[in-house]
Nanobody, 124 residues
Framework: QVQLEESGGGLVQAGGSLRLSCVAS????????MGWFRQAPKKEREFVAA????????YYADSVKGRFTISRDNAKNTVYLQMNSLKPEDTAVYYC?????????????????WGQGTQVTVSS
């Protein structure tokens, strides 16, 4: 059983920064791509960013490109999301997830394991 635990969320003013972390249990962390998604109230969960198994390749939603950076440390079983220039529309619960072996990197159903989420609130 894989467990994912996010941390680092909070309240920040527009233009500020936050760094989210997600620690995974188990010994297979480096074998899977990882992703970050977010869900705002009354909206569907949406893709934010993804990173390959080795960290060599990263992918972003257009809405966060240039502001957010995903990274990972396989020695620590941890994936990060550095969020800069935050906007009120970034307010959401942020989830990290472990991708299935195959499938699309920006599709919710192609991720097999999810954390409980961490709240990010950006005030204007």
């Amino acid at each position: 059983q894989v467990q994912l635990e996010e941390s680092g969320g909070g309240l920040v003013q527009a233009g500020g920064s936050l760094r989210l972390s997600c620690v995974a249990s188990g010994r297979t962390f480096s074998s899977y791509a990882m992703g970050w998604f977010r869900q705002a109230p009354k909206k569907e969960r949406e893709f934010v960013a993804a990173i390959s198994r080795t960290g060599d390749s990263t992918y972003y939603a257009d809405s966060v490109k240039g502001r957010f950076t995903i990274s990972r440390d396989n020695a620590k079983n941890t994936v990060y999301l550095q969020m800069n220039s935050l906007k009120p529309e970034d307010t959401a619960v942020y989830y990290c997830a472990r991708k299935r072996g195959a499938g699309n990197r920006d599709i919710v159903i192609d991720y097999a394991y999810w954390g409980q989420g961490t709240q990010v609130t950006v005030s204007s």
